[in-house]
């Protein structure tokens, strides 16, 4: 039986926190069928249940993105000619304000794909989302300091937020097509979520052994006590 394929996008924003991104792609990637294919001891019953991915890292033009540290990061093609996709991962920028140019057309456009399997929105990356109309009505969590500032601020009372259903008390959450975390590191939950409905759990075992990192649940979540008192 042939592999599962795999088209997954990482939209490149600039500002985006890197690990926002490079943590949930590289975790889920070692799902993949390329990385079981390295392990001699693995059986072969495993390694046929190992998706193939192939990952497409997209922006607005093909210029060089800066993350909040590490290289510039290469987008390999742009909004206008990005192949379908199954999954489309978007990490969270610090600038939540601005809305990359094309960005907004193209993801609603994808939701509408009957192919796209789910939108992963890693951290603040539901809050520069929000504003577009896409989450309205939808719970979705995000990053509880950027919660808590806007909240304090009385910007969650406007138009470009207070339709959504946010969730302080959880380190992810799924809502149809739309998943998200909360801060940086649920993005790892929020990946690894995916791979345990998506994927064999043969493969699942594969891929925490290979990252020695066990996945948290989307609660208990220990830090719920930020958003505490705070009207969502």
Known sequence: MSAQVLNLGLILIPGYQWLDGAGPVDYLNNHSNALA???????????DKAPIMKWHYISSDLTPVQATSGPLQLPSCTYADCPPLD?????????????????????????????LIALLMICTASLLIAPTGILDGREVASNKLA???????GLLDNDNYKKVKWVGNKRFTVDGKLWSSAGITAGLDLAAEFARVHFAKEIGVMAQEIAEYKPNPADPDPFAYILEGVKL
């Open 37 to 47: 294919s390295l392990l001699r001891t693995l059986p072969k019953s495993t390694y």
């Open 87 to 115: 999954c489309i991962f978007i990490p969270g920028p610090t600038d939540i304000l601005s809305i990359p140019k094309g960005f907004t057309e193209f993801i609603k456009t994808r939701l509408e794909d009957p192919k």
């Open 147 to 153: 919660l808590r500032d806007l909240a304090a601020a």
